[in-house]
């Protein structure tokens, strides 16, 4: 009896003395965060894969083996290449107007003003609401009928230039007044370009604005001192230094534009005519609307090689950024 | 600052206001206009009018609120709030019970690889939904959770847990590690000294990642989507484009209402717990 309480006292200890030693404790702690990841990414991330070399369909999870056939009848589709095109269109076109209104706007909220709690609030406001019902605000501000930006151009009698100006750069002929902002192919695209730079944009700002505070005072007293003032200050401290966690939040918004669904999805369901369908959009007409689980699959993966090259940038600038 | 650096703050920082919250102005306008204010397109959208479309200063007697009693009354909304409010509560508690220790390992224990651990973990969070909704929504299938709120709570972990770790990682690398040694050198284990010293200091970072969890949960459309099917088991984010939205016919009042309810407190959130959220996001990298 007592021995085994001396020998169950012994074990206890031993337990106690092993959590205790880092090495056991840190893979003790970690390794429920990570099975539960590989359980719920990890295992269907390879399924995926699996899928898009098999001809499965509907409710099945498993079908015959078709090599890259889903891959090459995906590519040979032409709403796969526009879908393939327009995630380009919205990612490299929303985050370019991104970086240039997140530095801008950045570098003027730093600076301290009155009543700049309440312009802060309105700035934060796109990326606080969730994504899929913001979006139906700009549903509705671009209505067929009753659409507040047709209304306002009317009244400002920029309608019927807006529509020649819009004719005369061959973005969008015959159009007429008033305007379909999502029922014309370019237009559309055009639109859903913005709300996608809408919504990123002060999540962009917010991190440049972290940028600029982890610049050490010392930096700015220096670059007084050596005489660095306006562009050359500009270009020489504040660009270099503030480039790695700029670029950060430019390849955070890569990802959430590429692999974005809703924000297409209630705008125009990848029309007018399949003008507007992104991957994830397509993936989903294929996969679940169609039933070609095999192939859906296969034209969500055409994200992944894009992932692959974000995730690399990051953890190169992330390094960059810490270094500095 | 010079009044001229003053007038071009305003000058840049009020037009980029008015455009990032513009569409959050005319919802608020557009949920209590009545029918016949709506449907007459000389009216002016941006405020209530009369029958001639005329503004009056006491405009309130011109705006009707029945359309957010119809959301209310006649539709699944306050259905779709309550599961929201169920699936943000339970994801949370299985987040924390699995991104708290994580987070705290990869700061304090693992030493060189921690951090290449953490950023990896992190990475997860980028393999998006939009990769992984069909083989899921088979496996929802075959595990016979479709149609329940089980599926949401199950799955939301996998985006939440790598970005709650993150978050943690960092909060926790800004404590001071003599606050712990201390407790150590006093005889403490290392559990004790987390729950009894790190915890309560990290209070305030563990609200922060509640709440930007919460939020990613209502934000999350493809799973809800595709996962459930009726009406009563919706989220929000589904519920509304779905419901709300019938073909040709939009009930664009209720719809704004729908809209702006979650996002008003979501917002007010987020202000408070914007500057902490920053420190512990760019905590884990920028250091």
């Known amino acids: 009896m007592e021995a085994q309480a001396a020998r169950a006292g012994s074990r206890g200890s031993h337990w106690r003395h092993a959590l205790e030693s880092r090495r056991v404790l840190a893979i003790l702690l970690i390794a429920p965060a990570v099975v539960f990841m590989v359980l719920v990414v990890g295992v269907p991330f390879v399924w995926a894969i699996y899928l898009s070399f098999t001809d499965a369909i509907g409710g099945s999870l498993s079908g015959n083996w078709v090599g890259f056939d889903n891959f090459a009848s995906a590519w040979q589709d032409d709403n796969f290449r526009r879908a393939l095109r327009n995630t380009f269109i919205f990612t490299l076109g929303s985050q370019a107007i991104v970086l240039v209104g997140a530095a801008v706007l950045s570098n003027f909220l730093v600076r301290d003003f009155r009543g700049k709690w309440i312009v802060r609030f309105l700035v934060v406001l796109p990326w606080a609401a969730p994504v899929v019902l913001s979006t139906i605000t700009w549903l509705w501000l671009f209505d067929s009928l009753y659409s507040v930006a047709n209304w306002t151009l009317a009244r400002l009698h920029l309608d019927n230039a807006l529509v020649w100006l819009l004719g005369a750069v061959n973005l969008e002929e015959g159009a007429q007044v008033p305007l379909q902002w999502l029922g014309r192919p370019n237009l559309a695209l055009l639109a859903i370009t913005v709300v996608h730079a809408w919504r990123i944009l002060p999540f962009a700002v917010v991190i440049f604005i972290a940028g600029r505070a982890s610049i050490p005072t010392e930096v700015e007293d220096a670059s007084k001192i050596d005489g660095a003032t306006g562009v050359k200050k500009l270009w020489y401290v504040d660009i270099p230094l503030q480039l790695p966690i700029a670029l950060v939040a430019v390849l955070f918004g890569i990802v959430f534009t590429a692999a974005d669904f809703g924000v297409v999805y209630i705008l125009t369901h990848g029309g007018p005519f399949n003008a507007t369908q992104v991957l994830p959009t397509w993936a989903y007409a294929i996969g679940i609307d169609s039933g070609s689980l095999g192939e859906g699959a296969a034209i969500s993966l055409f994200l992944f090689p894009l992932l692959v090259v974000v995730s690399i940038g990051m953890l190169f600038f992330a390094r960059r950024a810490q270094v500095s | ?287």
């Open chain 2, 1 to 287: 600052m010079t009044r001229r650096e003053k007038g071009l703050t305003y000058a840049v920082v009020v037009p980029f206001a008015i455009f990032l919250a513009f569409p959050f102005y005319f919802a608020l306008v557009t949920m209590f206009k009545t029918n016949l204010d709506l449907a007459n397109v000389e009216h002016s959208p941006y405020l209530y009018n009369d029958l001639e479309g005329n503004f009056h200063w006491d405009f309130w007697n011109y705006a009707t609120t029945e359309h957010v009693r119809f959301l209310f009354e006649d539709t699944n909304y306050p259905r779709w709030l309550l599961n929201t409010a169920i699936v943000g509560a339970a994801v949370v508690g299985i987040t924390l019970l699995l991104a708290l220790p994580a987070g705290y390992a990869l700061a304090r224990l693992a030493g060189r690889w921690g951090q290449g651990a953490g950023v990896a973990i992190f990475m997860v969070y980028l393999i998006p939904p939009t990769l992984l909704f069909l083989p899921l929504s088979r496996l929802i299938t075959q595990l016979d959770l479709e149609d329940s709120l089980w599926a949401l709570i199950l799955i939301y972990p996998s985006f939440t847990v790598p970005f709650a770790t993150w978050l943690l990682m960092g909060f926790f690398k800004t404590i001071p590690q003599e606050l712990e040694d201390a407790a150590l050198i006093d005889g403490a284990s290392r559990l004790k000294a987390f729950g009894l010293i790190v915890l309560p200091i990290s209070l305030p970072g563990i609200l922060t990642v509640v709440i930007f969890a919460f939020s990613l949960c209502v934000n999350e459309f493809i799973y809800a989507f595709t996962l459930i099917s009726s009406s009563e088991q919706r989220t929000v984010s589904a519920g509304i484009p779905n419901d709300l939205i019938r073909g040709d016919v939009f009930f664009w009042q209720s719809l704004m209402a729908a809209v702006l309810i979650p996002t008003i407190p979501l917002a007010l959130l987020y202000n408070a717990f914007l500057d902490r959220f920053i420190k512990g996001f760019t905590g884990g990298a920028f250091r």
